[in-house]
């Protein structure tokens, strides 16, 4: 199996388990890009004044559309990215159509105008409003790890609330977004309110280049950090969904059978590949022995293979690059001392990009296993002696996406979750956070800015605006020019009416600033 030439005009999809071309497609130019973001733009009123009822119609079409068809839909998604069918029906496909009932659902609490009270006795002449408003144009930057969910829940949250999007999906999983196109095409998206373009990462910086209003990136840190200065530059506003290296905590009360095999699902799910990995597995010692040797059994049992057949757990990596990376980081940690328990070696009879589930032990901070996110079929495990170790070794990290704590005692969960530096904490679970579509998404630190999914992502996609309409229009204000010695004097008074300690000291400054209401103004 050859790996296809990355060319900067053409984009070849392959299958990762087994090199079959899947499709073939030209590149967006930056020419492509403006034109798609000035189409999106003209579109977007039309889309904005439908309303929230008509957008809300066109959701439920998607989901039943996707319902539908969602075998076809996963086995696209298997088909590009590698993943088993189970994987891309529930991590894929349920993520995806929970969105759209999720966004449905709130959109009317997103949008709906609040009334303002003012304390300001002078300002309660007005009556203050706060309307959230689409954005604009929303530009999309998604990976190839969830080549539906990520870019679809983003999408779904940016179209309810009245926006267009340009998606610019991976290079490597372009399938799963022009799937995802058709669907909301076909269900009565304007073809101009939702449009794909396609590229490399110079179609991704043209989409920034390229007037939309707002950008939701996801992928690495490495170039999150790229796409926000290159967005700095033009005041784009961004979401940053980056990597994670999120640490698993299994205390000494821990159910070992139940964490071993959270452990193993939580590091190998999707090869590895997925932002809220485990990527750090610290166990007290205590349970260590017991739990390192349940998780190479568990291991031990898992059928690597082509996601397509419904044995696999485990598929390819989605590319040999990937592979190559995730390899180095192994080699280099065996090479400072890490044992491979399992694994730790590529398959090459099952393809050049399929790599063995892998458990490390004795590993530590010093190791990139430790500090880099993987993005493999890595678990590494360490013992630790208490609770506070253990939060010191899962905060001792550059990122911040998730973390998991498995103990038996919620009360003792629910403590230490406060404690570890993290977007979210799950006790007792593990990445099933971003199948919950009320939760908001995202990482402190490293992993990023901003939430995607739930509440917090759906008012990413809007923007707020205040309205005031004066009750009194037909007076001049208090504090217009005609200014002079005694306006000073009333409205040092006027302060002691607002903020003064006492019913006397407000009545003596009411008293005295009331007359400025009959004072001539310019
Ligand atoms: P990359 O950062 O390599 O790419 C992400 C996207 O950005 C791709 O569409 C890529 O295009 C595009 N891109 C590349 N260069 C530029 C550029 N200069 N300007 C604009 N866009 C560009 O990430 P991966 O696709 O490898 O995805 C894996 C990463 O995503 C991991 O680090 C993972 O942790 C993170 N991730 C984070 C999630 C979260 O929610 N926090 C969820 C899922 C993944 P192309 O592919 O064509 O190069």
């Known amino acids: ?27 967006a130019a930056a020419a492509n890009v403006q034109d798609a973001v000035a ?10 004044r439908l309303g929230i009822a008509g957008r809300v119609r066109v959701l439920r079409r998607f989901q039943q559309l996707l319902l539908e068809q969602r075998s076809e839909v996963a086995a696209c998604v298997t088909a590009e990215s590698g993943k088993p069918v189970v994987e891309s029906l529930v991590s894929e496909v349920i993520v995806t159509l929970d969105a759209a009932r999720f966004c449905t659902e709130n959109v009317y609490r997103v949008m709906r105008e609040e009334d303002v009270r003012h304390a300001n006795i002078v300002m309660k002449t007005k009556r203050g409003r706060i309307l959230h408003e689409p ?45 995802l196109a058709r669907l909301l095409h076909e269900a009565g998206v304007p073809q101009d309110i939702f449009q794909v373009v396609l590229g490399f990462g110079g179609t991704g910086s043209a989409l920034i280049e390229s007037g939309i209003d707002k950008l939701v990136f996801t992928g690495s840190v490495e170039t999150g950090k790229r796409v926000a200065e290159a967005a700095a530059r033009r005041l784009v506003p961004v979401v940053l969904e980056l990597g994670g290296k999120d640490p698993m905590l299994v205390l000494d ?5 139940i964490a071993s095999s959270a ?5 190998l799910m999707n090869a590895g590949q997925t932002c809220l990995s485990v990527e750090r597995c610290y166990v007290h010692r205590n349970l260590y022995e017991r739990f390192v040797s349940e998780c190479a059994r568990k291991i031990g049992q898992l059928k690597v293979g082509n996601g397509a057949n419904a044995e696999t757990d485990i598929g ?58 993987t993005f493999g079929p890595v678990l590494p495990i360490m013992a630790f002696d208490s609770d506070d ?27 230490l979750a406060r404690r570890v530096n993290a977007g979210t904490v799950m006790v007792n679970d593990v990445i099933t956070c971003f199948a919950v579509a009320e939760a908001p998404h995202g990482g402190i630190k490293a992993s990023g800015l901003g939430r995607t999914h739930g509440l917090f992502g759906m008012r990413e996609m809007v923007r707020t605006k205040y309205v005031a309409s004066d009750l009194l229009p037909s007076i001049k204000k208090v504090w217009w020019y005609g200014y002079g010695e005694q306006l000073g004097h009333q409205m040092s008074a006027f302060v002691g009416l607002l903020f003064g300690n006492s019913l006397v000291a407000r009545a003596k400054g009411a008293a005295i600033s009331f007359p400025s209401l009959w004072r001539k103004r310019l």
Request: glycine share 6%; aromatic share 6%; proline share 7%.
């Open 39 to 48: 189409r999106a733009r003209a579109a977007q009123p039309a889309w904005s």
């Open 389 to 415: 170790e253990a939060i010191a070794l899962a905060n001792d990290s550059d990122f911040g996406l998730s973390a998991s704590i498995w103990t038996r005692n919620a009360r003792r969960g629910d403590a």
């Open 1 to 27: 199996m050859n790996t296809p030439a990355r060319s900067p005009e053409r984009i070849v999809n392959t299958n990762p388990a087994t090199g079959e071309v899947l499709s073939e497609h030209a590149c």
């Open 135 to 179: 954005v604009g144009v929303l530009g999309i930057i998604s990976p190839w790890n969830y080549p539906l969910s990520i870019p679809a829940t983003e999408t779904l949250a940016a179209l309810v609330t009245g926006n267009a999007v340009v998606l610019k999906p991976s290079e490597l999983t372009p399938l799963s977004a022009l799937y």
């Open 316 to 373: 390819p990596l989605i590319s040999l690059r990937q592979l190559e990376a995730v390899e180095a980081q192994i080699e280099e940690a065996v090479a400072a001392g890490a044992i491979a328990v399992t694994g730790g070696k590529r398959l090459p009879q099952l393809g050049p990009n399929f790599f063995a589930p892998t458990l490390l032990v004795n590993v530590n901070h010093r190791m990139s296993l430790m500090q880099k996110e």
């Open 263 to 267: 452990a193993v699902w939580g590091a």
């Open 253 to 257: 009360d821990a159910d070992v059978d």
